[in-house]
Structures are given as C-alpha cells and as structure tokens.
C-alpha cells in the first residue's frame, strides 16, 4: 500500500548535531532485563528496531563507574575498555539498518545499591539511600566532583569507540546524580554548585561541555531532562525552574530529550493516563531552543504524531513503549499499513521484566524478547510444514494469537468460540476502570484474522469431545491438530495463597467471584473484597463497586493494596486513588471466617481477630484452569488417533493460568512449535560466562 502524503512529514531527515536521522521515529532509552548480562539478546532486539524503522534506536542507562550500580538489575555497563565489545554488538545491529544507535550513561547517585561494588554510594549532600537499605549515601567534596567528571568523560569516549552516534547526558527521572544536584531537597550544599539555581545547574553544564568537547566532533550530545517532578516548590516544575533550566542551556546540548518523573509518571499505564499526557508539561520547551526536540507519551496513533510534528511541540517522536509493543511501527505507516499497527496497551508488563531481570516480554508483542534466544521476528515466522488443519477451541488471547500465528504461518485454521464474542477474559476485563485499552489485544488479532483466508472463525460454537472426534472426520472440518484455549474461571471457595483449605462459613452470605461481576451480577449492601491475588483485579473491583455507591472494604493478606502493582509502576496511584474513592483498605489481614452477616478478620502476625459487618463477598483467589474438555479428549486417546488427530494441546489460562501476557505468548509458541522437531534440551538459546 502507499502512504498517506499527510505523514510524510514524519519521514523527513533531521539533524542532530554532526548526525542525521533519516526520520523523525526515536526510540528513546528504556530498560530490558538484558544490558551487560545478556548483550546477544539487546543487541537482537535493538537491531529488529531499526529494521522497523526507528531511525535513532538507543540503549538503557548504562552505569559509569563502579561507584554506580544498580545490582542485582541487569542494564549496561561501561566501566572499563573490557564493556566496550558488548556495546559494540548493539550499535552494529542498529548501523545495519541504516539508524544511529543512542547510548544513556548514567550514575545513580545516592540512588546506586552498590550491593556488588561495596562502594558507598555519593550525592551532593549526606543522604540516606531512596531504598530501605540501612545504608547512607556520603556528601562529594570538589574532588569527588571532579572525578565524576572524568568518569562521564571516559565513558562518552568509550561510547564513541563502541559506534555510538548519540551521546546522553542524563538529568531525568529521579536516580541520576545530576538530577541530585539540580533538586533543592537533596542538594543542600554551600559552595558554588548549591544554593541558587544558577549553582546547582553548574554540573549539568559542565557535563554537556565536557561531553561535546570529547566526543562532539562525531558524536551528538543529547540531554535527557525530567521539567516536572510532581514535588510543589521544593522540586523542579514545568512552571518554574524546570523551565528556567531549559532556557539556560537551551543551545548549549544537541537534542533536548524532555519527560516527566519520577518513571511511574513518565511511564504511566494507560489505567492512569492516556497517550499524550505529558504534552502539558514538556510542550513549552521546542520555543526556548532552536535544537531538536523529543517527548513521550506512549503515541500510538500517527495522526496524534503528526499533530505534535505541526503544531511544533516536538520534533522527534519519542517512544519506548510504543516499539516495544510494535517494533515496526514506523515502518507500518510509511507503507500505509497504519491498521496494521500492533498498538501498546500501557500495561507496563514490560516494566515488570526489567525490575525482575529477566528478558523483556510485551503483552501484545510476544516475540519481543524471543528475537536472539528463540531467532523470533515480530513479523516473519517460518511456513507450515504440513497441509494438515488445526482447529484452535476458545477466541480469548491465547486462542485468537495462536490461530494468527498458524494462519501466517500457512496452515488452514478453524476457530471456534462459545460466545458471541472475541476476546474472551480481555473482552471482560477492559470493560472494567481502566482498562479499556486492554481491548486492543483482541481488537488487533481480529482484524488480522479477518484478513487471513486460511482462518475460518466460528462464534457461538460450543464444542463438545464427541463433536470435535466427529468433526475431524468430515471434510469440511478436517483438521489434524487440536489445540484448546479455553481459558479459567476463578474460584469460590476461597483457596489461594493463603488458605490451602476452603474459607469456614462461605455459605452463610452471598460470594461472588471476579467472573460474576464482569458478568454483571448485581451485589448489595456492605462489600467485603477479599484480594488474595494481589495483581490489578481486587484494586479495580475495588473501585468499580465504590463508584457504584457501595461500601467497600478491601482485605489483602499482603502488606500492601495490588502489592504485585508495583511491578508495573501502579501500586502508589493504585492505593492513592482508592483512598480518595474512600474504599477502606485492611493490608496485612486475612479472612479468616464467614458468618451470616458479617466477616471475622485476623492479623496476619497476631491473628487477633476482629469482626466485620458484610452483606457481600467477592474472593478473588486462584483460578481453575477450564481443562475438563482436555480431560475428555484425553480418555478417548484411541478415537482421537481414530479420527487422524495427531495433537492435543491446552494453551494459556487453559494450561496454566497467569497474566494476559503469558495467554499471548503461550499461544504464539505453540503455534511456532506445532509439527517442529522435538528438543530434549533447552528449547532456547542461552548467553554464557566464558571461562
């Protein structure tokens, strides 16, 4: 297809310092639970990027010096001579391509864990560390300072040396050093680098300096700069001295990279924030400088881009979540391809992969993370090997992503799902708060189903074992491969984490489960919720039935409302807004018993126990994997071989339930793996210590 002559804007060339990017689609940096551990692995998946069409594709924040890491997570390092050929993978990857590869150095201050190095951590004045560690951070002399210096300085010349076209200074978010020295709050020092503004803005000058005299004959000196912290007068503002901070050195840097912070404001799920959201507060800064400029906010549509593009608020279109989810984005609008765009949903489920150190995984995108270890490409997969049918059962994001997959693939599909409806728990679960976007899961395989004419869907189709053994048999059915999707159902008894056994009493009041609210089951009166799932479910039924007018009480086991929300950057907004709907939260409590009009409660550590008025309960617990038809099928292992069916497969929540990421990447693989040779090994590459 040809593109719309409207974007072609987006597609003009810009430069940037003694650089020039072939469009206007930047990656900006972001973390992926590969850096130094897993440099194969980045520099696959960065590659993939630039393929895709990101004409500047950038690194994660990569740590300086020893006396700066964030140990046990797994980012850059650039210490010494010996990082260099890791980081050298990454800008090769992305030179392939055509694009110029990002590098963001970073110390984290008084932020630094030091958990490896031992070295206590440095910050412009004595501080305790941001985390619980019983340690404190020292306050730097003018020797220490001019050390810092030297450090950023060898590690933009190594940076140059490993290919790097884009060099960071990075004074955004709250863990930078320079950031330290730019705040009030942190930096209480008395010489000529705190106090004033003018002061505390020194080292962040001298960094840019230093950096474009070292490396600014080849090399683009960026700033990454946070204008809004969020913190009132006592942290910089888009109103105040984040402003003034851009208009003292508006032209002293190449390319201004503008965001907000901390990262659970600038990276904020779409149950908090829609695309766009930091337009108000970086949109002054393309009038104070004649240099380019880059912004966030989880842009997915290209008209939002354009817009952003003409009415001069940037001149960059930054993205970090978007090319995850869609590493082809740019590339998908300038063939015309817009509808074909895989877009983010702002579940930040990849977030969660960089804080566990493990490989980054996207909930829309399941190859993200797969590019090295598994050879997979977000859109290339490798041809059927058979003429052989497949019937997938269940049209929820397990099934619906592994009928995608086969038909790319080739193979002829069938597509069955019980109700009306795609989507199956995603369908449920975006008409929730919040989580609209959710939809996008299904909204973007279906359209690809639609278009797919080796797929045949088949709604409103419950299939029994004695009809799928039928079917297989008749030549307008005729398949050979049966993989189940057909998703959980969560339980009612209340067994879960904390209770092995079924809660005493339960048949004393009316209990609901997550299911019967999503299909619209009405309570009444005083609500207890009992969270033992501590994802986003309590939390967002929690607010539901609170901004329906009941009374709620929320009881969570754990020492915090949705603790695993933290993963994603939610738990503090999440806590935050349910306090201000006026849910009353009980963390560190369990339910211990049910009895007719009311709950008995107990202390997690006391188990001292305190009564509770209830007129209705809803468990949110553990699920029962839908697997009975599975079971079936299973018993008729001779009528199945009967009837040629040479695979039973249960897949997603059906297999195993888990996130709406896991559903997607579990029927990605079984599609990917469907009549592959078997492998008694590790099914995937792995990155090795050589010794």
Known sequence: ?????????????????????????????????????????????????????????????????????????????????????????????????????????????????????????????????????????????????????????????????????????????????????LSRRINKRTDEYGGSLENRVRLFRELIEDTKEAVGDRCAVAVRFAVEEFLGPMGITSENEGREIVEMLSELPDLWDVNISNWSKDSASSRFESEGHQEPYIGFVKSMTSKPVVGVGRFTSPDTMLSLIQRGVMDMIGAARPSIADPFLPKKIEEGLIEEIRECIGCNICVMSD???????????????????????????????????????????????????????????????????????????????????????????????????????????????????????????????????????????????????????????????????????????????????????????????????HEVLLVTPAPEISIWTKWTLEQIQVQKQLIEL??????????????????????????RRTERACDSLILISERFPNDELSQLLEVESEKLSGAGIKTLKCIGDCHAPATIAAAVYSGHLAARELQAEPQEEVPFLRERIQI
């Open 1 to 181: 297809m040809k593109r719309d002559p409207r974007f072609d804007i987006l597609f003009e060339p810009v430069n940037i310092g003694p650089v020039t990017a072939r469009n206007r689609f930047f990656q900006v940096p972001h973390c992926n639970g590969m850096g130094y551990v897993r440099p194969k692995s980045l520099a696959e998946m960065r590659g993939i990027k630039a393929e895709g069409g990101w004409s500047v594709v950038c690194t994660e924040e990569v740590w300086i010096h020893h006396s700066s890491e964030n140990v046990p997570l797994a980012e850059g390092i650039l210490w010494d001579d010996g990082d260099i050929p890791a980081l050298a993978k990454m800008t090769e990857a992305v030179h392939k391509h055509g694009s110029l590869a990002g590098i963001e150095l970073q110390h984290n201050g008084y932020c630094s864990t030091n958990h490896y190095s031992r070295i206590p951590p440095i910050a412009p004045s004595a501080i305790s560390v941001n985390s619980y560690d019983p340690v404190q951070a020292r306050a730097m002399d003018k020797s220490d300072i001019r050390n810092f210096r030297k450090w950023h300085r060898k590690a933009a010349l190594r940076a140059k040396q490993a290919g790097f076209d884009l060099i960071y200074v990075y004074a955004a978010h709250s863990g930078t050093l320079l950031t330290h020295f």
């Open 582 to 607: 006026g849910v009353e939260l009980a963390p560190q409590t369990d339910l211990a018993a049910v009895h007719a009009g009311m709950v008995e409660l107990s202390c997690v550590f006391t188990d």
């Open 355 to 549: 804080q566990f150190s493990v490989p980054i995984r996207c909930t829309q995108n399941p190859t993200m993370g797969e590019e090295w270890r598994r050879g997979w490409h977000p859109e290339r997969i490798n041809p059927r090997k058979s003429d052989d049918g497949v019937l997938v059962v269940g049209g929820g994001p397990s099934g619906l992503e592994c009928a995608l997959a086969l038909g790319q693939r080739g193979y002829r599909v069938i597509l069955v799902e019980a109700s009306a409806e795609l989507g199956g728990r995603v369908s449920r679960e975006s008409r929730l708060p919040g989580l609209a976007e959710w939809g996008r899961v299904r909204d973007y395989r279906r359209l690809m189903l639609e278009r797919l004419s080796e797929v045949s869907i088949y709604p409103e189709n419950h299939l029994s074992a004695e009809e799928i053994i039928e079917f297989s048999a008749e030549d307008h059915f005729d398949f050979s491969h049966v993989l189940l999707a057909t998703g959980a159902t969560w339980r009612r008894d209340g067994i879960g984490r904390k209770h092995r056994e079924p809660i005493q009493g339960l048949e004393q009041l009316p209990v609901f489960t997550p299911d019967d609210i999503m299909d619209g089951v009405s309570v009444k009166g005083k609500v207890v919720v009992f969270d033992d799932d501590h994802f986003y479910m309590g939390g967002v039924l929690a607010e539901k039935l609170r901004r329906e007018g």
